[in-house]
């Protein structure tokens, strides 16, 4: 089966670094997508990981180990705007390659 | 481009009653899908199709029915609706064969009483 976990909620202060952490066990993992989903809005894509290491694009960096089944979102100089629920999933290749999501992370950004 | 668009972006049925989400892309996306998100569970699969005229199951197909006569349009029907089937709906598609990003659309939030 596909099980993927991530904290459910996650508090931090403006300016602050936060990490989301995910970890995974699947069949057929492919690699591991970050999104973003604020509050009744559409998810909208962060990052792709493939390979193990750390991936840096702006304010936002993610992680991979594939071998520990485990990734995490590092989000630096925290804006309000960065409140928001962050979506862990992973790409399974075989039959259809499907992407299987975890229930996401909650995170509030205070002042 | 308009990406993905979703219509009804609300609705409310009543139990037995059957509608159709609509979901449209002008990507040329082969593949296109459907999934539902509710409190506590993440977004889960209900459907897809890699290109017209092939569509399969997902993680929870029960309830639902899909068709995809063109590469643009991805209907999901409910033919028996129920409470269950309360939640809000996405559509998203992507390139084939390939880890491409998904592009999800706005969403569709439906009330079953």
């Known amino acids: 089966g596909q099980n993927i976990d991530q904290p459910t909620e996650m508090t931090a202060t403006e300016g602050a670094i936060v990490q989301i952490n995910c970890t995974y066990q699947?069949?057929?993992?492919?690699?591991l997508f970050w999104y973003q989903q604020h509050a009744g809005e559409a998810p909208t894509f962060l990052s792709y990981?493939?390979?193990?290491g750390l991936e840096e694009k702006g304010r936002f960096s993610s992680f991979l180990s594939r071998s520990k089944g485990y990734s995490y979102l590092l989000l630096k100089e925290l804006q309000m705007k960065d409140s928001a629920s962050y979506l862990c999933?992973?790409?399974?290749?075989?039959?259809?390659?499907?992407?299987?999501f975890g229930t996401g992370t909650k995170l509030q950004v205070i002042p | 481009n308009a990406g993905v668009t979703q219509t009804p972006k609300f609705q409310v049925l009543k139990t037995g009653q059957s509608m159709t989400l609509q979901c449209a892309q002008d990507?040329?996306?082969?593949?296109m899908s459907w999934y539902r998100q509710d409190p506590g569970m993440g977004l889960r699969l209900i459907h897809y199709?890699?290109?017209?005229?092939?569509?399969d199951q997902g993680e929870v197909p029960n309830g639902y029915n899909v068709s995809r006569s063109t590469t643009e349009d991805f209907p999901l029907r409910l033919l028996s609706a129920a409470p269950s089937q309360t939640s809000v709906y996405f559509c998203?598609?992507?390139?084939?064969?390939?880890?491409?990003?998904?592009?999800f659309g706005a969403g569709s939030r439906l009330t079953v009483l």
């Open positions: 998203a598609s992507r390139p084939p064969r390939s880890a491409n990003v998904l592009t």
């Open positions: 699947t069949s057929g993992f492919n690699g």
């Open positions: 990981n493939v390979l193990d």
């Open positions: 999933a992973a790409f399974i290749s075989g039959g259809y390659q499907k992407v299987t």
């Open positions: 990507m040329n996306h082969e593949y």
């Open positions: 199709s890699v290109g017209a005229g092939i569509t």
